[in-house]
Antibody
Framework: EVQLVESGGGLVQPGGSLRLSCAAS????????MSWVRQAPGRGLECVAT????????YHVDSVKGRFTISRDTANNSLYLQMNSLRAEDTAVYYC???????WGQGTPVTVSS | QAGLTQPPSVSKDLRQTATLTCTGN????????AVWLQQHQGHPPKSLSF???NRPSGISERFSASRSGNTASLTITGLQPEDEADYYC???????????FGGGTRLTVL
């Protein structure tokens, strides 16, 4: 059974950092494109970062470029999102998703507030 | 970044058929096809269709996806109360190098 489990969210002050993790089971994460998708309270879905198979290419949406970095660890079959210089507008539930949005985790909430 | 266009809301009667639309352009829907997601309040999204319009295992045959040019459609037949949810389309945009989403359609089953 395929499962994605996110962790690492929480309350952080503006300018702070968080590292989100997504542990995959049931498939080899490194064989597929994977993404981090966020959903602000009461809003729609926004993909903030995507990594291709084997991590050869990484794409980040303009609003997070230079602040967020997607990565993966093949040995741990995990996906990560390093988030720096966090802003209030980054407040959202962050989902790990893939391949091609076929599977989703339960999400981890991130709140940026002083 | 530019997204896909979905009607904000659709209302249909129980047991009727609803067709939800998603309009993009030749860089996304027209090129790569779209996926459809269902999200109930307080839950993560769930995949309803792949880019080739096939259904994941476990998804009811009442849900069918199609595409014509730059517009993708999701048809739900025999509407049930549990179909009341938000529906999102998404496609990979080859110009933006990003997954783009529609704003979502809230389906109400009367």
């Amino acid at each position: 059974e395929v499962q994605l489990v996110e962790s690492g969210g929480g309350l952080v002050q503006p300018g702070g950092s968080l590292r989100l993790s997504c542990a995959a089971s049931g498939f080899r994460l490194s064989n597929y494109w994977m993404s981090w998708v966020r959903q602000a309270p009461g809003r729609g879905l926004e993909c903030v970062a995507t990594i291709t198979e084997e991590g050869s290419n990484k794409y980040h949406v303009d609003s997070v470029k230079g602040r967020f970095t997607i990565s993966r660890d093949t040995a741990n079959n995990s996906l990560y999102l390093q988030m720096n210089s966090l802003r209030a507008e980054d407040t959202a539930v962050y989902y790990c998703a893939g391949p091609t949005h076929a599977y989703w985790g339960q999400g981890t909430p991130v709140t940026v507030s002083s | 970044q530019a997204g896909l266009t979905q009607p904000p809301s659709v209302s249909k009667d129980l047991r009727q058929t609803a067709t939800l639309t998603c309009t993009g352009n030749s860089n996304n829907v027209g090129n790569q096809g779209a996926v459809w997601l269902q999200q109930h309040q307080g839950h993560p999204p769930k995949s309803l269709s792949f880019r080739n319009n096939n259904r994941p295992s476990g998804i009811s045959e009442r849900f069918s996806a199609s595409r014509s040019g730059n517009t993708a459609s999701l048809t739900i037949t025999g509407l049930q109360p549990e179909d009341e949810a938000d529906y999102y389309c998404s496609a990979w945009d080859t110009r933006l190098n990003a997954w783009v989403f529609g704003g979502g359609t809230r389906l109400t089953v009367l």
